[in-house]
């Protein structure tokens, strides 16, 4: 897990079924250092949304980026 970062990411949708964002409602927080951080975040921007029901926040983790030498 070292090295890695985490993202809280989100907003509105226009649909229930989630697949596509309302244009200017994205949101992204981060980066985070650990995954807990990150949790953290999402636990108050979930609340402060919690009653409009096309809203949803996610937690995605950057893949771990290996050096070539």
Do not use: C, Y
Not at 41 to 60: D, L, Q, T
């Amino acid at each position: 897990m070292s090295g890695s970062n985490f993202w809280v990411i989100g907003g509105e949708f226009g649909s229930m079924n989630f697949h596509k964002l309302v244009e200017g409602s994205a949101q992204v927080q981060g980066p985070f250092k650990t995954r807990k951080e990150a949790e953290d975040a999402w636990r108050v921007v979930s609340e402060e949304n919690r009653h409009r029901a096309g809203v949803r926040f996610s937690i995605v983790e950057e893949p771990h980026r290996t050096s070539s030498t």
